[in-house]
C-alpha cells in the first residue's frame, strides 16, 4: 500500500497561485495513477485533475482546465498540482488519492484505493 500526504495549501487572493504537493511513501510509486480532489463546504467531492502512471494521460474538470497543471515526478515520489488564477470557488480541502490501475485515468472517487488527509485552500475575493 502507499501513505500519502499533501502540503501547499493555504490562503490566497484571487487571481493568485498556489502549488499543492502529495508525497507517496510505501510501494512503488509509479504503481499508481493520481489524483486531486476537492471538496467544499456542503458540496460533493469532485476529481480536479487526473495523471496516469508515466504522466503521458491527464484528466482536467472543465472548471479548471487552463488554470490547473497536474504533474508528477517518479523519481521524487510525488504528484504536483499547479493552480493558477484562483477563484473564490475555488476554496476547498483538495486531496490527492492512488489507484492502483495505474494505466487508466478514473474520474469516480470510488475508483481510487487510497486517500491522503487533504489539505485546505481558500481563495479570498
Known amino acids: 500500500q502507499v501513505q500519502l500526504v499533501e502540503s501547499g495549501g493555504g490562503l490566497v487572493q484571487a487571481g493568485g497561485s498556489l502549488r499543492l504537493s502529495c508525497a507517496a511513501s510505501?510501494?512503488?510509486?509509479?504503481?499508481?495513477?493520481m489524483g486531486w480532489f476537492r471538496q467544499a463546504p456542503g458540496k460533493e467531492r469532485e476529481l480536479v485533475a487526473a495523471?496516469?502512471?508515466?504522466?503521458?494521460?491527464?484528466y482536467y474538470a472543465d472548471s479548471v482546465k487552463g488554470r490547473f497543471t497536474i504533474s508528477r515526478d517518479n523519481a521524487k515520489n510525488t504528484v504536483y498540482l499547479q493552480m493558477n488564477s484562483l477563484k473564490p470557488e475555488d476554496t476547498a480541502v483538495y486531496s490527492c488519492?492512488?489507484?492502483?490501475?495505474?494505466?487508466?485515468?478514473?474520474?469516480?472517487?470510488?475508483?481510487?484505493?487510497?486517500w491522503g488527509q487533504g489539505t485546505q485552500v481558500t481563495v479570498s475575493s
Open positions: 510505501g510501494r512503488t510509486f509509479s504503481s499508481y495513477a
Open positions: 495523471i496516469n502512471w508515466n504522466g503521458y494521460s491527464t
Open positions: 488519492a492512488a489507484r492502483s490501475d495505474r494505466r487508466a485515468i478514473a474520474t469516480a472517487g470510488r475508483s481510487y484505493d487510497y
